[in-house]
């Protein structure tokens, strides 16, 4: 940060500083907009677009992984008659939003977000940012971080043995090449989540063989594609989808075995007979422990029917100049690997975080309503349920934090923070309720959950709902004037 030429100017006071243009970040601006028109905000946003993940993400095929009648805004509903989206599809209808509400004059782009430093003396946030070379400098009362929940420079690194001796291409689909094409190439993509099963039915229709390499399976549920039903009723099948979701994870919790067998039963019929439930589709684990993966109109299944398709499941021992071999002894040939095998787990976005000149880390301290960090002033993060829409929660929390914000006006308070009582002796709950390889590992270096009150996970969408509408909104939090 040092390093770059400094701008000569006195710095601009804000409101509020939102930190991120994607889901998070529009939607926080569209709210702040609204429910707050005489605020003064800006977006600051590091990429060239909005979008966030869909701006940066353009692997073969990429696409939500959940309806978009509940990952859509509120305020303006998914528009178009697939539930499931894809990339450039969602990128364009975050466009719309924008353009269409007014919200493009709050964003400013190509500006990263180095740091932020609150002084307790003035009750502000200076935030540094980075802005085509030139380090510049803003005020804040609050700043809200839409940063999401992964690292958009790095991705995660799996240790695969000999992975640096293979003579093709390694491909992270978080970075994936521009106009690569992959026509007639011996591809093998290494993961079994959520990426992987969107990459392999794409990347079927023209690759010369594609086969999917997993440690361990997944849980793949074949759902509707089309949907025919008017715009019309778009806000009532969001309505209807949080619902119908949330009963599905309460099924999977309570009822774990029915659950795996309904899975189960519903895949057995969709395999081709080359390829058997054991050990490619029986799961070590039970539904919604790891995410679940969603095959629109069953593509996944329907890829693996071309006989340029096929499966391994297993433990690499090692990759050579052109192979991968496995621990059974499967060779499996290829120019191309694709590592799908997830994200790096990474709140804050890389932003140095300091009060009082004092660094921030996240660890061990512990989340406030889903929306706030003990000890941390002035401050919103947005975070999400690992199983329902991020957008859910977005507007959930934001909700919730308004109502902090109207609690300090009638206060007359400057700053407001989440505080364990003193001499409290709280248990404590990971970050992640899930299993999967990419939060456990980080696990020591995320935030955590208590066990009551305010501090607890949220994982009741209806209740949390009511609650930050209308519940309590003043418990563990401390205000200053």
Known sequence: MGSLPEKSNTPQTFDFIVVGAGISGINTAYRLQTELPRAKFAVFE????????????????????????????????????KAIGQGSQIRQYMETCVTEHNLGRHIRFRHKVLSISWSSKSAQWTVAVSHDGILEEYKARFVILGTGYYDYDTPRQAHIPGIENFQGEVI???????????????IAVIGSGATAVTLVPTLAKKAGTVTMIQRSPSYILTVPDDDTRPAWMHPLLRIWSVLFSWFVILVCRYYPTSAQNYLLNKTVPQLPKSIGMDPHFLPRYSPWEQRLCWAPAGDFYQALHNPRTSMVTGKIKRVTEKTIEMDNGQ???????????????????????????????????????????????????????????????????????????????????????????????????????????????????????????????????????????????????????
């Open 331 to 481: 060779v499996v040939e290829s120019n191309v690997i694709i590592l799908a095998t997830g994200l790096k787990t990474l709140l804050g976005g890389k932003i140095d975080i300091r009060i009082d000149g004092q660094k921030v880390d996240w660890a061990g301290r512990l989340i406030w309503n889903f929306s706030m960090i003990q000890d941390i002033p002035n401050m919103m993060i947005v975070m999400a349920y690992v199983n329902i829409p991020w957008t859910i929660n977005a507007d959930i929390s934001t909700n919730r934090f308004f109502r902090v914000l109207k609690n300090m006006q009638k206060r007359g308070a400057r700053a407001v923070v989440p505080r364990v009582p003193k001499g409290s002796i709280m248990k404590t709950e990971p970050f992640s309720p899930l299993t999967s390889t990419y939060y456990t590992e980080v696990e020591d270096r995320m935030p955590k959950y208590g066990t009551v009150g305010p501090w607890k996970r949220k994982q009741n969408v209806p209740f949390d709902y009511i609650n930050a509408r209308w519940g309590d909104a003043t418990t563990g939090l401390e205000f200053f004037p």
């Open 46 to 81: 590091n990429r060239d677009n909005v979008g966030g993940t869909w701006d940066l993400f353009r692997y073969p095929g990429v696409r939500s992984d959940t309806d978009l009648y509940m990952y859509g805004f509120t305020w303006h509903p998914w528009p178009y008659s």
């Open 172 to 186: 992270h689909p978080q970075f994936w090449p521009e106009n690569f094409d992959y026509a007639g190439r011996d």
